[in-house]
Every structure is written in structure tokens, then in C-alpha cells.
């Protein structure tokens, strides 16, 4: 009954010349850090619907995340964007972005808090239902989704786009308890062969159910509309932007069902 | 307007109580040899449709295909099992399938000739619109269907289901016209990861637009609801089954756009 209604509620939101998208920017904390989150949900809807939280990439929560929040709430879910990085942290240049995103990378245990936070901060909305959440990222943010993941937080999904997909401790994928899907640019220069099996052989040794998607012609940043190429291997490619987005569709499909 | 009509056509066909499958044996020649083939279509329908060519597991055309092709019906399309061994040539043991198969696959050039005296009988059809034909394969037809790609068939896409995906002549990638999607089992030991290297790499050289999706957990066979594992490494896997058909189905809504 609840699967009809959610397709229902996703006809009927699809169909939405006249869906009024809310969107507003959070602040929440984390152990005293104040992170600066973007809601959005469309609120032609009520009742609880899908939660689903957006992990951003290395440069921080930007307008491309904002976009992805408010293009899942035309879907008819509650999108928040989580801010790993703390209110105002917004890497300009490559090398910031690296920096920043590097300590992350190399605390592991920081970047579970923060992204828990965000999780957290999601589910205490009046409009998700808590037992459909879901959370996808973005380079940087493929990698803390697979973080949480890891953590053993409690949803049913994530979806890693182009995220980097090692991990220092292999061990912790016997935590994961829900979906994964990657979705990954076969032509990917910064993801090397050995973190890809690597990363198959974590899942199928903690027995998670899991799928990697490959797509041909697609470098890193596949999804990224603002990426020109300026950073060599990593490039905008609207075909596989639009199948990894029909996929995610699809793999929400199943597990909000 | 094509794009609503097959929407519209997929719509009724798959609200379908009412749909009448109609099935037949068909026989047809290739080079003095009589194949027997296998039509389904749905004739409620009317008007010309697109046709999707069905090849078989190692054992020949069987009921499994059979039942796929009707499925395919059901969905809206002019479905063709192929018969690429010849009338009556089933193998009934896996020893029996390994020594006829074994022989289409060194010999590349018949498999082609066979696989694609079945894609000419489909497009015979006068229910099929052929601008809108696609192949799928099953295990050796998923290695026939990447053959049917090579030998640089006019079609609008091929997907094999858990296919062996190597190649003796990977420059031949380069008369792929169609789109590529390979649905395989991330599990599967009779795939070795240096063959799925050597696909991407002849994928890749000859600008193939491709995707290959691996489905964890599952082997060999994974779409196969008789394989027990009676034959180690082979065995029915319902997650991955259900999810490579959608898997499909996507690909299809696409590429008979």
C-alpha cells in the first residue's frame, strides 16, 4: 500500500508545473562546529515522504548540490544537503579543495560524525519517513556516503557518484547495513584498477548487497555540469549523467518500495 | 511522437490481463542449414513495434528463452529466439553444450552468419519497426549478441546477461554501431578479471558507447531460474535477476527513443 502511494505521490509530484520547491538554508551542529545545510522539499505534498541526504563534492555545498536537492524534491523526496566542511568552509581553488578534502580523506572518524550529523539532522524532519532514507554524494561526497555507509548508520540506501571508493579499513564494510550502488566513470583516471577491486573485494567479503555500474566514455565528475575539463580526467558527460541519474531513480525505486 | 506512442503501447501492453501472446515455431535457413526460432508477440497490439532478438544458453534454444521472449511480448515487443545450432541440435548435458558451443565460439565467423540469419528474420517481420530492434543474449548468447555487435549489425543496442565478454579479435570493437550494455555478475568465476579488462579496452579504443553493470553477489547464470548450481559457479539469483531485466528495460526505453 505504502509502494502505491509513493508512486502515487511521485506521479503526481513528476507531473508538477505546479510543484512550489521550498528550499531554505540550515544550520546544525556538530560537537560544537556549526555546519551549514539547504533543505528542499516540495511542499505542494504532505504527509511523510523519502528522505534523502546529499553529500557534496570536495570544493563544499555549492549551488551544483542545492540543484540535486531541489531536482530529488521535484522527484517528491525531502533532499538536505549536508556541510561536511562547517558554515563558511568553501574551498575556491583546486588546491583548497584538495587540502580540505584531504583531511577528511585522512580522518576517517571526522568525516563519519559530520556526515552522521547531516543524516541525523535529516531524519528529525517533520516530513521524512524515517524508515525510507537514502543518501547519495558526489566525489568527495561518493566517498562519505560510502563513510556512512560504513559507520553502520541506519538507512536503506547509497548511491556514490564518481566518489572514491578506498577505504583504510576494509574490515568496516561488515557494518554496512544497507544497498549500495556506485555509479562510476569507466574512464575515471583518478580511481585506479586496484581501489576498484579492492572495493569489490570489501563488499563481497562483508557479504553487503551491493552493484557497481560502469560507464563507458565517462571520466571523473561525470555529473558535474560546471566541470569543463579544466582539471584534466575530469569532465561533464551528459549521457552518463542522465543514466546514472535514471539508475539512482531506479535503485530508489527498489528500496523505498 | 514515436516516443509517446511506445510509451502509450507499453502502457497497455503491460496492463495486460487481456494481452493474447502469441507464440510460434519458426523455421529458417542459414547457408543450406534450418534453424528453428521462436516468435512471441503480443496481438492485441497493432501497428509495427520494436523487435528484440532472444539468444540462447549453451544447451540451445529452450524453454528458458522461450519464456523470455514471451516476456518481452508482454512488454509490448515483437520478440525472436534465435536458433544458432541448427534444428534439433540441443545438447542435453553440460559436457554435450560445452563441446557445441565451444565450436561457434572458435569460429567466430559462423556464429555471425548464424546470429545474424536470426536478426534478418525478425526484421522480416511485419510487426517490427526496424529502426527499433535490439538483441539480448544469455550466457553464450551474450557472447553471440557482442558478436552480433562486431560484426557491425544495424541495430539500436545489444545486452548481454552474464555473456563470456571476450574477444580473439578486439580490433573488430571498432564495427560496433550499437549501443553496449552488459549485465554481469560481479561473482561470476568463469569471467576473469583479465578478460573484463580486455572488453573495457576494446570498448573503450573503439569508442564504443557502452556500460557494463555488476551485480554483487551473483554468478554465472545469475538470470537463470533453473540453474540450481548443479554446474559450480552457476546459479539463479532473483536480486540480480530482477534487477538486470529493469536494467534492461531502461536501456530499452532509451535506445527505442
Not at 55 to 66: I, N, P, R, S, T
Request: net charge neutral; proline share 2%.
Amino acid at each position: 500500500m505504502k509502494k502505491l502511494l509513493y508512486a502515487l505521490m511521485l506521479m503526481i509530484a513528476s507531473s508538477a508545473a505546479r510543484a512550489a520547491i521550498h528550499t531554505e538554508t540550515v544550520d546544525y551542529q556538530q560537537a560544537g562546529t556549526t555546519l551549514e545545510g539547504y533543505l528542499a522539499y516540495d511542499d505542494a505534498l504532505t504527509g511523510k515522504r523519502p528522505g534523502v541526504l546529499v553529500v557534496h563534492q570536495w570544493k563544499g555545498l555549492g549551488d551544483y548540490e542545492k540543484k540535486r536537492a531541489e531536482m530529488l524534491a521535484q522527484l517528491g523526496y525531502v533532499a538536505f544537503c549536508a556541510d561536511i566542511y562547517g558554515k563558511g568552509v568553501r574551498p575556491a581553488t583546486f588546491a583548497e579543495a584538495g587540502a580540505v578534502s584531504g583531511k577528511y580523506k585522512s580522518d576517517r572518524a571526522l568525516l563519519r560524525l559530520r556526515v552522521n550529523a547531516g543524516l541525523d539532522t535529516l531524519k528529525k524532519n517533520e516530513r521524512v519517513d524515517i524508515s525510507h532514507v537514502a543518501a547519495i554524494g558526489y566525489c568527495f561526497g561518493g566517498t562519505t556516503v560510502l563513510e556512512l555507509a560504513r559507520s553502520g548508520a541506519d538507512l536503506a540506501g547509497v548511491v556514490s557518484f564518481h566518489g572514491g571508493l578506498d577505504s583504510p579499513a576494509p574490515a568496516d564494510g561488515k557494518n554496512i547495513k544497507c544497498k549500495v550502488l556506485c555509479c562510476h566513470g569507466a574512464d575515471d583516471p583518478f580511481e585506479k584498477p586496484a581501489d576498484l577491486a579492492a572495493f569489490q573485494s570489501e563488499m563481497r567479503n562483508a557479504g553487503v548487497d551491493w552493484r557497481l555500474y560502469e560507464y563507458g566514455g565517462a571520466v571523473h565528475a561525470f555529473t558535474d555540469w560546471t566541470a569543463t575539463g579544466s582539471l584534466s580526467g575530469a569532465k561533464y558527460n551528459e549521457r552518463a549523467d542522465h543514466r546514472s541519474w535514471a539508475d539512482m531513480k531506479q535503485f530508489f525505486a527498489e528500496i523505498f518500495n
